[in-house]
């Protein structure tokens, strides 16, 4: 697929100078399409391109929300996202989650005068990999029309799922208050560093004017390469197989759990996503078992880093080991605790 685009490409680009501020309008307007698939419709005034989700989060954090706002997030959440509210001075409040999702009530008492904004991965959640249901999804956002708290919604596992796919928040945002982070680095490439903000036009128009003044734009080459993938069809042809494969991945993951760690750890079912979050019954140190595995070629990311407290947690990805690779360092693993 790589080689019949860049080589389409090859013959067809004439020029490779800046993009206009929000980004090619033929990459908006292929997002545009792609997102009305999810159930998102905007216009391409609605998207703003950037490089990766993550300067998405960068240009919110510092253009949008003043020093000593707070941010609630889950607890725990994703490393990176944490690392760029408090890089901005901003202060995090982390909310715990059971199966269904963040427990949003628990925000009510913690709202304050000063601004507030709600960050969540409410699909195949990095790092537990939970999905929040379908009805605590509607209750958040009457929680947070009631309490005018605007929510920055990252959604780039949002096209992950094996099976059925929850509904997005953004879809059901009638009040353009959900802010929408998407990606083409989860499912095609992190390496293209292309990644969109969806929002209403004067927040596009503002954070589209900072982004300019950061780096001219996202390369209007990986702008070109991603339209052609998402206008070509090919990118929802390889979904399909990628999709397949890691839940061929996690179902193996699954079934080497059950054999290892069965009355040892709990864990939970990932409906799509990279991870499984698993969770030692007995009290050990993290950082003790991530040595002990370093030493033995396996590499955890010990739960400690993403949450607010300590605790008993690893993180686990199917996803980037083959179903080979998962089984061998599971049974070392098993030997080791």
């Given amino acids: 697929m ?8 090859s013959t067809e680009i004439t020029s490779l100078g800046y993009a206009e501020p929000l980004g090619l309008l033929e990459l ?3 997002i545009a399409k792609h997102m009305q698939k999810l159930g998102i419709n905007v216009g391409v005034k609605n998207i703003l391109i950037t490089s990766g989700a993550l300067q ?3 240009l919110i954090a510092s253009c949008l929300l003043e020093d000593g706002s707070t941010v609630f997030t889950e ?10 509210f408090q890089s901005m001075g901003l202060n995090l409040d982390g909310i715990p989650m059971d199966s269904e999702g963040m427990e949003y009530w628990r925000i009510e008492k913690r709202l304050k005068n000063n601004e507030s904004v709600l960050y ?41 799922c094996f099976d059925e796919q929850p509904t997005a928040l ?4 009638k009040n353009g208050m959900v802010m929408y982070l998407g990606s083409a680095s989860k499912a095609l490439a992190p390496g293209l560093r292309i990644g969109w903000v969806i929002a209403s036009e004067p927040v596009i128009q503002r954070l589209g004017d900072t982004k300019m003044q950061m780096d001219y734009g996202a390369s209007s080459l990986s702008q070109l390469v991603f339209a052609e993938f998402l206008n070509s069809g090919l990118y929802d042809e390889y979904l399909v197989n990628l999709k397949k494969e890691l839940k061929k991945r996690r179902d193996n993951a699954l079934k080497v759990l059950e054999d290892n760690f069965q009355g040892i750890a709990t864990w939970n079912r990932p409906i799509g996503g990279f991870y499984i979050w698993l969770t030692f019954k007995d009290d050990i140190e ?6 002990k595995a370093l030493n033995e ?13 300590k605790n008993r947690s690893i993180r686990l990805s199917f996803a980037y080991t083959t179903c080979k690779e998962f089984s061998a360092a599971m049974g070392k693993l098993r030997k080791l605790f």
């Fill in 170 to 173: 953004k879809a059901m945002d």
């Fill in 2 to 9: 790589w080689s019949e685009i860049m080589q389409k490409l």
């Fill in 120 to 160: 969540t991965i409410p699909t195949n959640h990095n790092p537990t990999g939970i999905t929040m249901s379908d009805f605590r999804r509607h209750e958040l956002m009457e929680f947070c029309v009631k309490n005018r708290l605007p929510i920055i919604e990252d959604g780039v596992y949002q096209e992950l």
């Fill in 297 to 309: 070629g396996i590499l955890l990311n010990t739960g400690d880093i993403y949450d607010f407290k």
């Fill in 28 to 30: 908006r307007e292929a």
């Fill in 75 to 84: 607890a725990p959440s994703y490393l990176k996202s944490l690392q760029t």
């Fill in 286 to 291: 993290a950082e003790d078992l991530f040595e």
């Fill in 56 to 58: 998405a989060l960068q």
